[in-house]
Every structure is written in structure tokens, then in C-alpha cells.
């Protein structure tokens, strides 16, 4: 699914978060030490390789919602930009860091020059945040931060499952129709 806000290419789309060659930088769902782990920041670690560890211990450690910038090392993206999604009921507001995962990543892009960027589902893994809970945080975070966007021209959100897949885009496509009735009546 893919819809176009402000000039900014929003999309979601089924896949790997680390073969996103078309992607200046990608989110890395991290742990606080930003080390290599299991999930999303363990396939990123595997596939940058042992560089992007070293770079990252002198920005840990992060807290929930905080974001960082490293290189990309072996990946095809030039950046990674890591962020601490909370853990769903011990993280508390959790929805708050939650969203401040997404804003903070994308404000980092953009004050970095990226006009691309492709997250995961922070903290739907091992964190336990429900998906259409999350998905719709996300989604609502994203599309009040675009405004402030300079350079980014495209954001993907990028699912592993299909049945992830198709809740963001349902949320997704809740929120844009949700929005375009919005402007109608104004």
C-alpha cells in the first residue's frame, strides 16, 4: 500500500528491513545497548557486520523512545538510525515512547539530509506491543511529523509477516480516509 502526503511517498510494504537497497538509511528496533541481539537489531548487526557494533557502544546506552545515528557498514543502506521501542506493559507511558521512537527517527533523518527512510514494527516483537496498537501509533506519529519534514521524500514502513502486513495497512488506510473526510468538511 502506498499514499502520498505533502510531496512525502508513505508506504507499507512486506519484507526484510535489511534488504531495503532503494533506502538511504533504515531503523534499527535496538536494545538499550545497542548491541547485537535477537529480532530486527540481530539481522541488522549480522548483515552490517562486527563495525557497526563498534561504532554503536560509544551512543550507548539509549533510552525508550531516544534515537541515534550510525553508519551503515555492510548494508546497502548508508545510514541505520537506532531507536528503543518500549516494552508493552512495563515501559511506561509506553505509548509515548512509542511514538517518540517514530518522531525522533524521523527528525534524525531529516536533520542528517535523508530523503529515505524504512522502519520495522518497533517493539512488536519481543517487546509484546500489540500490532494494531502499534500500528496505529506509528502511523498517527508519522503522518503529524511529516509537516516538519525538509528532506525526506519517502518513508516505508516494512512488515516481516503478512498478517502485519495487512494490519498496518488496514490501520493505514483507516487513518488516510479518516483524514481525507477530514479536509472535505473544512
Partial sequence: MQTRISGITLECQLGDIVCQKDMTAIVNAANADLAPGGGVAGAIHRVAGYKLN?????????????????????????????????????????????????????????????????????????????????????FTTILATIPQLKNIRKIRIVLFSENDFNEHCKVLAELISYRDESNKQK
Fill in 54 to 138: 563498534d561504532e554503536c557502544r560509544e551512543y550507548a546506552p539509549i533510552k525508550p523512545g531516544e534515537a541515534v545515528i550510525t553508519g551503515g557498514h555492510h548494508l546497502p543502506n548508508r545510514y541505520v538510525i537506532h531507536t528503543l521501542g518500549p516494552v508493552y506493559g512495563e515501559d511506561e507511558p509506553e505509548d509515548l515512547f512509542l511514538a517518540n521512537c517514530y518522531r525522533n527517527s524521523l527528525l534524525l533523518a531529516d536533520e542528517n539530509g535523508i530523503d529515505s527512510i524504512a522502519f520495522p514494527a518497533i517493539s512488536t516483537g519481543v517487546f509484546g506491543y500489540p500490532v494494531l496498537e502499534a500500528s496505529r501509533i506509528a
